[in-house]
């Protein structure tokens, strides 16, 4: 069975940081692309960042120069380091994963989130 758990928000002032982690725990596994998604209160949820298993990366223009996405294939881990956070940024942010569990068909899965607050 696949896990994908976040850590990593809080609370923080404008103009702060944060980095978020996420952890897909299961095995076997195959790993496809990775990414990031942030959904405010009332809000749908949108694509901050994601990463392919090559390693190409894609950002949200919002966030483009203040959020770093990367991964470490190899322990199954994402990051996102944000820097410079905005009170626009908070929100719930979700990690995602397109894995394969074993010999099954790749599939989309979530994390349950954590909440990021940016005071002004």
């Known amino acids: 069975q696949v896990r994908l758990v976040e850590s990593g928000g809080g609370l923080v002032q404008a103009g702060g940081s944060l980095r978020l982690s996420c952890a897909a725990s299961g095995r076997p596994l195959n790993v496809n692309s990775m990414g990031w998604y942030r959904q405010a209160p009332g809000k749908a949820r949108d694509k901050v960042a994601d990463i392919s298993s090559g390693g190409d990366t894609t950002y949200a223009n919002s966030v483009k120069g203040r959020f770093t996405i990367s991964r470490d294939s190899a322990k199954n881990m994402l990051y996102l380091q944000m820097n410079m956070l905005k009170p626009e940024d908070s929100g719930v942010y979700y990690c995602?994963?397109?894995?394969?569990?074993?010999?099954?068909?790749?599939?989309?899965?979530w994390g349950q989130g954590t909440q990021v607050t940016v005071s002004s």
């Open positions: 995602h994963g397109r894995i394969q569990y074993g010999l099954r068909p790749f599939q989309d899965y």
